[in-house]
């Protein structure tokens, strides 16, 4: 059975950097190219940035230089550090492969940018 736990969201003041965690089980991970997606209420599911099984990575562009996605196969855990955060940054944050995400998905983690 697949899981995906993701964690590390909170309230961040703008200009301020998270890092989110997403521990995976019941895939085989490193074979896997890992993504991290967001969600706004009423708004479709974007890609924010993936990773691929040899470390590759892509970003969509209004993240771009300020969000790093990392991944630890022996730890079936993909990361993704977030500076210079702004307010449009605030969602909540989901990790699944890609690019066909498994239908199973986690609980996400919310990430909130104000002052």
């Known amino acids: 059975q697949v899981q995906l736990v993701e964690s590390g969201g909170g309230l961040v003041q703008p200009g301020g950097s998270l890092r989110l965690s997403c521990a995976a089980s019941g895939i085989i991970f490193s074979i896997n190219t890992m993504a991290w997606y967001r969600q706004a209420p009423g708004k479709q599911r974007e890609l924010v940035a993936f990773i691929t099984r040899d470390g590759s990575t892509n970003y969509a562009g209004s993240v771009k230089g300020r969000f790093t996605i990392s991944r630890d196969n022996a730890k079936n855990t993909v990361y993704l550090q977030m500076n210079s955060l702004k307010p449009e940054d605030t969602t909540v944050y989901y990790c699944?492969?890609?690019?066909?995400?498994?239908?199973?998905w986690g609980q996400g983690t919310q990430v909130t940018v104000s002052s």
């Open positions: 699944n492969t890609y690019p066909r995400p498994n239908t199973y």
